[in-house]
């Protein structure tokens, strides 16, 4: 054979033998499993850290769809979310608190989950009003409830049975005189109503709503921190300091957290509190008040209104993430009755859906005391200069109130002229962030004692 | 720089060069970026993009400066008092137990390591410590009340007197700079001179006066000038020992540093924060300046 025929032979074989081994089986079309994350707020406690891991197995096993978590705490949490905003990198799904989700709709980094709803994630009926009011306004929802954090009015049954309110007191006037009557019966008890005046203070939205009034115009254009309802349910408060007593000045320098450490010791008689108060307690302290504990709504005011805070947590879902379908299941899986229940039980948060409340363990301690006060429940408004700004001046109006009273120089002036100045302030800042927003329309409370 | 003396020195240069390159990234570009957000409107409405904001002159420097009643010229002033206070008081502290420390006694080596225990004790754990002390039902008030010098507790968290709490807060963690730095420089100063002084007749202030804080002169400078900058720009302080996050600091006690983390991160308005950041950096840079004129002799000697 001569190297001409020997080299087409051996060029037709390598092309040959290269073809064939590029006919290697092509493998069955297997789809990249799916991981998305979650931002949790809040401690990463045993609790909280059971409940997200039960809830992501379960999900996994249903869809195949894996999860991730991690715990920001409420403190760091606010920052975080501007720098995940800023960098475009963070979580898929964020829980949210609800004074801050129509804020954060405003830097557009959210998804717009409108056409979602009653589809893919559940419909507006599935949720308590109060949480569903916190989804999103002018008709566009952007966040769904995971949980409430109703505050209920939380009081020790046995002083107030004492004292001739055995069911606790329905009204201001009933909270007043009952107080009264507590502290001469008991005037070891350090403050027979807490109501700290350092951290957020939700209780002065509370008294507002109590008396029918609220922090903004129904049209979204006015502040009205020193509107004549709003004031006077504010000197109801202070007067329970300066005049009763029955709120004691070292309130002052108390959080949240330390009112009910303060409840638990018996220092304290009545709090408006979550149900997540349980959590703080020690056994001795869970035995020594056993039977001496109920929850109700928190009193009416004298215009009929009865009305608690309601706040608690959204979950929303960031506009870069890239598996936004996935997400929307979880979101969905989460807001199922029995995930609710769960939460409730592990972590003694509030559930967001009504169906939640109707399974068996929900009707059990004070779940129903607490369920009443969420049918009461009123929220901060929706508007996007509440989160963080028009909302930061809610504590500054505490501490402005606290300092005169502890300085000497409060007087029957003090309540109105803080009033005034904090409203100058919220005006400008209302204004300074865009004015009125499309299609707002949030109105104020209205009478609801039957 | 010709190539020569670039390879004279190529082993200072490329040794320098990590660092430089750590400042600017560290330093000089976030400053840089501080100065240009200063003069446009990046808030909440354009964090997502800032191609969205625009340039928008000197706004947030008037709406910083244009009011007498502005809550940055009040909280200016609160950071002055604040400063002034805290370095006076410091430097007192800090001269007086350097003077004790330097004495021969039984228990000085003690009593050294005593008074340095606030600067090895991390400031965050002093400062809480501090906190709780200070609380109505707290330590402070309690032993007041038992030697009947007041006849109720005094609330040192909120209102007026916060601006005593963060000052004593601040004078805790500052003062034993001062009291370090005297007592090395009095160790240094040469026996012969106090012995010279007595031979002379010279009393003790005599020879503090003549002999000691001259020879302090130098370091007094310097702990100075650190100290009423770190005070300056103090944010600690405030922030543990009045509660962080939402609660809102009273008037008494609200710092520049304050103002700023507030209105970045509270009120979202991160040009109005930037405007501040610079207003605070071009004060300090001016007040330093101030101080090296005025104890600067002609010919580089300090009057300190």
Known sequence: MDRKRIFTFLLLGGIILSMLASCKQIPEETAEPVTISIWELGTETEAAKAYIETVISQFKAETGISVTYGFISWGDAYNKIIAAIAANEGA??????????????????????????????????????????????????????????????????????????????????????????????????????????????????????????????????????????????????????????TVSKTNSEWTYDDVIARFWEGNVATMFVSPAFINVATEEQLAALDGKIAVTAQPSGTNGCRYNFVGGSDLMLFDYSTHKEEAKQFMAFLTRPEIQALKAELENDSPAVKAAYDIADMKKGYWPGFAEAAEHGFHFPIHPAWGGNVESLVPELVTDIWTAIVSGDYDDTTVQSVLDEINLDAQERLDSSGGKPENYNSPWPVPNVK | ????????????????????????????????????????????????????????????????????????????????????????????????????????????????????????????????????????????????????????????LVGRNTFFVILIGNVWIKWPLFFSVFLSGMQAIPEELFEAASIDGANY????????????????????????????????????????????????????????????????????????????????????????????????????
Not at chain 1, 180 to 201: A, N, W, Y
Not at chain 1, 216 to 233: M, Q
Not at chain 2, 205 to 230: D, E, G, R, Y
């Open chain 2, 1 to 156: 720089m010709n190539s020569q003396s670039y390879k004279k020195h190529s082993l200072a240069y490329r040794m320098i060069f990590p660092t430089v390159l750590t400042m600017l990234i560290v330093h000089i570009i976030p400053i840089a970026m501080g100065i240009y957000i200063s003069f446009r409107n990046l808030d909440k409405y354009t964090l997502c993009n800032i191609s969205k904001t625009v340039f928008v002159g000197l706004r947030n420097y008037i709406n910083l400066l244009g009011s007498l009643n502005s809550d940055f010229l009040s909280s200016l002033s609160t950071t002055f008092r604040f400063m002034i206070l805290t370095v006076v008081i410091s430097y007192i502290l800090g001269l007086a137990c350097a003077l004790i420390g330097n004495e021969k006694f039984r228990g000085q080596t003690i009593f050294r390591g005593v008074m340095l225990i606030p600067l090895v004790i991390p400031s965050v754990v002093s400062l809480t410590c501090l906190r709780f002390m200070l609380q109505q039902n707290g330590i402070i008030n309690q032993i007041l009340l038992d030697l009947h010098l007041i006849k109720e507790p005094i609330i040192w």
């Open chain 1, 92 to 245: 898929d799904i964020l829980q949210m608190g609800t004074t801050w989700v129509a804020t954060f709709i405003s830097t557009d980094a959210f998804v717009d989950l409108t056409d979602d709803v009653g589809n893919v994630l559940p419909d507006a009926d599935t949720f308590t009003p109060g949480a569903w009011a916190t989804s999103g306004f002018g008709g566009k929802v952007y966040a769904i409830p995971w949980f409430s954090d109703v505050r209920g009015m939380v009081y020790r049954s046995d002083l107030w049975g004492e004292a001739g309110y055995p069911n606790g007191p329905q009204t201001w006037e009933d909270l007043r005189t009952g107080a009264l009557k507590i502290k001469e019966l008991h005037p070891d008890i350090e403050s027979v109503i807490g109501l700290g005046g350092q951290g957020f203070s939700h209780y002065v939205g509370s008294f507002f709503w109590q008396n029918c009034g609220d922090f903004i115009s129904p049209d979204g254009t006015t502040t009205a921190y020193n509107d004549p309802k709003n004031v006077e349910a504010t000197q109801y408060w202070v007067d329970l300091i300066v005049e009763d007593g």
């Open chain 2, 205 to 304: 202030f005599q020879k503090l006066k003549h002999i000691t804080l001259p020879s302090l002169k130098n370091v007094t400078f310097i702990t100075t000038m650190l100290i009423a900058v770190w005070s300056f720009n103090d944010f600690n302080v405030p922030y543990i020992m009045l509660g962080c996050g939402y609660t809102a600091v009273p008037d008494a006690a609200n710092l520049i540093s304050l103002n700023i983390y507030r209105s970045a991160f509270f009120a979202l308005n991160f040009s109005s924060a930037a405007a501040q950041s610079v207003l605070m950096s071009l004060i300090s840079f001016t007040l330093i300046l101030v101080y090296v004129k005025l104890i600067t002799k002609p010919g580089g000697e300090t009057n300190a």
